[in-house]
């Protein structure tokens, strides 16, 4: 038997363990990716409503328009200060060269067109004659309503009313009681 090793132990000649290194964060699964594209856009879309010029400017407006209605002023004053608190908003939202030149029924009926409709008729020449520094009766809960549904109308600057079209024209509108 000559060239015989005794027996030695076969455990240790096999080659140490090797345990696999750690999973590593990166790349993340497509899952992770996905949700991280769905928060930027989400994100994206909610900085952009927050900067919007349209809904800043209603918010404005309608924060004076509560204001003023706090405020402890005559009906006169009241009428003057909503009409201007109007003019500047519609002046602002849909341009000065459709706002600027409407006054009396014109101004009235593009109001009442553009979602005031409570200023339609009587309310609305009443309205325009305290405003205008006559006399007449004052239905302020009215007047608030109608300045309300006026800037929270959303009708993204379409032209598609009778006050527009009149206007447009070069024609005097007359607000029908």
């Known amino acids: 038997m000559g060239g015989m090793t005794p027996q030695t132990d076969w455990l240790a000649q096999l080659a140490p363990d090797r345990v696999p290194a750690p999973a590593g964060w990166w790349p993340p699964a ?6 991280a594209i769905l928060l930027v856009l989400v994100l994206a879309a909610l900085w952009w409503w927050w900067r919007s010029p349209a809904r800043r400017l209603r918010a404005a ?13 005559d009906d006169a004053g009241f009428a003057t200060a909503l009409e201007l608190l109007l003019r500047r908003y519609a002046i602002s939202r849909y341009g000065r060269a459709r ?7 014109a101004w009235m009926a593009f109001v009442a067109g553009h979602g005031g409709s409570e200023l339609d008729g009587a309310a609305g020449r ?26 929270r109308a959303r009708n ?8 527009d079209a009149a206007v447009s024209a070069g024609r005097r509108l007359e607000v029908q009681p």
Do not use: K, Q
């Not at 497509?30 to 949700?35: K, T, Y």
């Not at 407006?61 to 002023?73: K, N, P, S």
């Not at 305290?130 to 608030?144: E, K, N, Q, T």
């Open 99 to 105: 706002v600027a030149r409407l006054s009396g029924a």
């Open 61 to 73: 407006t309608l924060r004076a328009l509560r204001e003023l209605e706090r405020g402890g002023v």
């Open 156 to 163: 993204r600057g379409r032209r598609s009313t009778t006050a």
């Open 126 to 151: 009443a309205f325009m004659a305290l405003v205008y520094g006559g006399s007449g009766a004052a239905d302020r809960a009215r007047w608030i309503r109608a300045a309300r549904g006026f800037v």
């Open 30 to 35: 497509p899952g992770w990716w996905a949700l």
